[in-house]
């Protein structure tokens, strides 16, 4: 049998043994970085827009194996998010090989064989501070040199509406793009992309200024700036600043046309209450009311307010040291700025520049400014601290040093566990100021020292944390009342919440400091002489004669008389005085003012827990019969994704709490025949909540709570008063029974707003009579 045998034909490939062959393919795989490259149509986008934004990333020289991957991250603290999961929704990202490369001589059949890409979100999935990570999985096949894939965050080609950006300005918001080329899942650094994150277009228009005032003060400063909705200031709008009072212009200014839209005002300090508005292109913002009061006794010029914990870009913040620091005295209109660098992340560069930067920043009368750190040891050997330095010193006695960049295969503990710390510190304590702090690493208390540990927090951007105080007090710590920032966007000063983890407004720590200078700023903060708020530049003073909060009193009587004082940004609803223990009295201003015949407030709050991740999101349902729902509106919400719709006689919302309260207030036709319906639901663990409560219970109890579990998580119906008729001043005084023990007691307020202020304790011990 004979077998014809067919001829081979040309050579197929490319023959390497000609140098000519060799260095052309060399040269062609040489224009490509061996990573890859990777660009991004979008150049700007605006804080909180809905957009479609695509990445186009060519593979580099190293090709990508079979099973190996693509990870595009950004910063964890960025409230940007994605989903993989459904098309047709918000937030859905892509990836799609675009471009079959046969570069350096591939032949048709060498192209990429890759079958799909795989995608999936992870907001944890790569290293800090760039975590929040799409990840993309290279399935049944292998990409090539040259190969292009396109990444769609807010893909619109399946109905999707496209993604919602970080709803906060920066300026180069970095997206890194990370490689595993030969399918080992170890990553390299490929690339980075920036996007600008511009402010919108102004919202409201925002005044900060002082409070109070002591006697002999002539004038006030007022600081005024443009917001968008997200709480950004905004940027190029020549706007026109006007105040009146009594009917009468007392002061103008213009915001400049380029740089922040803000604008500085001298006001005469007698006059209790300033109304300003502001005008450009044509729209008008405001009227915003200020409140100054006048004290005749106040043991200070004025009322100073502080943010203590602010970060930059050179740790996990956004925008640079510079940035932060102008944008506290300028935008934020702080008295008092304490930088915070994450002390296992901060190289000695970055930390000297630091320095530099708030000394410069500082000026006696006008602007202190303090350098510290965050010691971050985990909570089981201390837990967060932050260490405020108020003289020269700022020798960082680290936790430990562990973050990207760094040779080391593992991290070598230098100030470790929190008695080290102490160690560090205490040979002359009153140059530093240590602050328990309730963040990724929650203090924990069953370690203290007295002389460095001053205050503690009891509210930041992570949230609201009363329970910290509480504790504290509860073990026996004479520490005072503290809030910040832990400004991670940008927007020291009681800056506006973001959208996810750091939902809380920023916090402020007020201060009753002889003069605004280092010297006697820190001598103020270590005397305790505080009082904390949620963010409201509101005002909180407890006394007895001439001792003031965070005093230490020592008396023989079984009595003591104590004053009191809440001057509010709105109107005062609530006081109570408490002691170690608990609440032991309260002053209820919507009762004495006058309850509603038609107003019902629902509110809901609380945490899932203690630690990082604490906050509930809720969904809720209120259907209302035997009464007409006149009118619905939100309280205390905190940013535009908290939502509450109306249809009819029912109310839907779908919201999250940090530790405090949000909800709703109706005016209802009927009091007295209503029925209130409500469910909800804290969807992270189920907790369920069902109740009804009809108008004639709410006539006879004022309000009726139910508690669902989880950190004070709970629903609550109450009547309350017209919010306008609430004063925004009050005053008072109260006998106290002392116990033959060390006792100490303190003041909370609540605004109308949902805002909240405490006072440090007077600590008071009764010397015991000599038999």
């Known amino acids: 049998m004979s077998v014809v045998v067919r001829p081979v034909g040309g050579l197929r490939t490319n023959d390497c043994s000609s140098v000519e062959v060799r260095d052309r393919i060399t040269a062609e795989f040489a224009t490509l970085p061996f990573l890859g490259t990777l660009t991004c149509q979008t150049e700007r986008v605006v804080a909180g827009a809905i957009e479609e934004i695509v990445f186009t990333y060519t593979v580099g020289?190293?090709?990508?194996?079979?099973?190996?991957?693509?990870?595009?991250c950004f910063r964890y603290y960025s409230d940007w998010d994605l989903q993989t999961t459904d098309p047709a929704g918000r937030d859905f990202a892509t990836a799609s090989l675009v471009s079959r490369s046969v570069l350096g001589g591939a032949s048709p059949d060498g192209r990429a064989t890759v079958q799909r890409l795989a995608t999936r979100y992870d907001v944890k999935g790569g290293e800090r501070p760039f975590q929040k990570s799409l990840l993309v999985h290279v399935v049944d096949g292998y990409l090539r040199p040259g190969d292009v894939i396109e990444i769609r965050l807010g893909d619109r080609r399946f109905g999707g509406p496209g993604t919602r950006v970080q709803t906060f300005v920066e300026d180069d918001f970095e997206v890194h793009l990370y490689v595993d080329p030969l399918g080992t899942s170890r990553m390299a650094h490929a690339a980075v992309a920036k996007?600008?994150?511009?402010p919108g277009p102004p919202d409201r228009l925002v005044v900060h200024g002082p409070r109070v005032v002591g006697a002999g003060t002539t004038m006030a400063r007022l600081r005024t700036h443009l917001q968008d909705r997200w709480g950004n200031a905004c940027q190029d709008v020549a706007a026109t600043v006007r105040a009146e009072a009594d009917g009468e212009k007392i002061a103008a200014a213009t915001t400049p046309a380029s740089?922040?839209?803000?604008?500085?005002?001298?006001?005469?300090?007698?006059?209790t209450s300033?109304?300003?508005?502001?005008a450009a292109n044509g729209a008008s913002f405001g009227p915003c009311t200020v409140a100054i009061d006048v004290v005749e006794d106040l043991p200070a010029p004025r009322g100073l307010?502080?943010?203590?914990?602010?970060?930059?870009?050179?740790?996990?913040?956004?925008?640079?040291?510079?940035?932060n620091l102008r944008y506290g005295r300028d935008i934020g209109g702080l008295d008092v700025l304490g930088?915070?660098?994450?002390d296992f992340q901060i190289t000695d560069g970055a930390w000297s520049e630091v320095v530099a930067a708030c000394r410069t920043a500082a000026e006696d009368g006008t602007f202190v400014c303090f350098p510290g750190v965050e010691w971050c040891g985990t909570a089981g050997v201390g837990g967060d601290h932050n260490v405020v330095f108020l003289d020269e010193d700022t020798t960082i006695a680290r936790s430990l040093e562990w973050r990207q960049g760094m040779a080391a295969a593992a991290p070598t503990p230098q100030t470790w566990p929190i008695t080290e710390l102490y160690a560090a510190y205490e040979k002359e304590p009153e140059a530093y100021l240590l602050i328990p702090h309730v963040g990724g690493r929650r203090a924990v208390l069953d370690w203290h020292h007295p002389e460095l540990e001053r205050l503690i927090e009891v509210h930041s951007s992570w949230g609201s944390s009363p329970w910290f105080l509480e504790d504290a007090l509860a073990r026996g710590l004479k520490v005072g009342a503290s809030a910040a920032s832990d400004e991670h966007r940008g927007r020291p000063g009681g800056g506006a919440p973001g959208a996810n983890i750091f939902g809380g407004h920023g916090g402020l720590t007020g201060v009753l400091a002889e003069q605004l200078t280092a010297k006697h700023v820190g001598r103020a903060l270590r005397s305790r002489r505080t009082w904390a708020t949620t963010g409201a530049r509101a005002v909180a003073l407890l006394r007895s004669g001439e001792d003031w909060m965070g005093d230490e009193i020592l008396t023989a009587a079984a009595e003591l008389t104590a004053d009191y004082?809440?001057?509010?940004?709105?109107?005062?609803?609530?006081?109570l005085i408490y002691d170690t223990h608990g609440p032991l009295w309260r002053r209820d201003l919507n009762a004495e003012t006058g309850l509603s015949d038609s107003l019902v407030r629902i509110r809901w709050g609380g945490a899932r827990h203690r630690d990082r991740y604490r906050w509930a999101t809720w969904t809720g349902r209120l259907q209302v019969d035997g009464s007409s729902l006149d009118s619905v509106a939100p309280w205390a919400i905190s940013h535009p994704e908290q939502r509450i719709d109306t249809d009819g006689q029912v109310v839907n919302w779908?919201?999250?709490?940090?530790?405090?309260?949000?909800?709703l207030i109706v005016r209802l036709g009927d009091l007295a025949q209503a029925r209130l319906h409500i469910e909800t639901t804290v969807l992270e663990e189920e907790h369920r909540a069902s109740l009804t409560v009809t108008g004639a219970q709410l006539l006879d109890q004022t309000e009726i709570t139910e508690t669902t579990g989880g950190l004070n998580l709970h629903i609550q119906v109450e009547r309350v008063a017209d919010p306008s008729a609430l004063p925004v001043t009050v005053t008072g005084a109260l006998t106290l029974t002392l116990p033959r023990e060390r006792s100490a007691v303190y003041l909370r307020a609540a605004q109308s707003d949902g805002h909240q202020i405490w006072t440090s304790p007077l600590f008071v011990t009764r010397a015991q009579a000599q038999p």
């Open 61 to 72: 020289q190293s090709g990508i194996a079979d099973s190996g991957w693509l990870k595009l």
């Open 195 to 198: 996007l600008a994150v511009t």
């Open 259 to 271: 740089g922040w839209a803000y604008a500085v005002l001298d006001v005469p300090a007698e006059k």
């Open 274 to 278: 300033i109304k300003l508005t502001a």
């Open 305 to 323: 307010f502080c943010d203590l914990h602010v970060h930059s870009n050179d740790t996990v913040g956004t925008q640079d040291t510079d940035w």
């Open 339 to 342: 930088y915070t660098a994450n």
């Open 565 to 575: 004082a809440v001057y509010g940004s709105t109107g005062i609803e609530d006081l």
């Open 654 to 663: 779908h919201t999250a709490t940090y530790g405090a309260d949000i909800g």
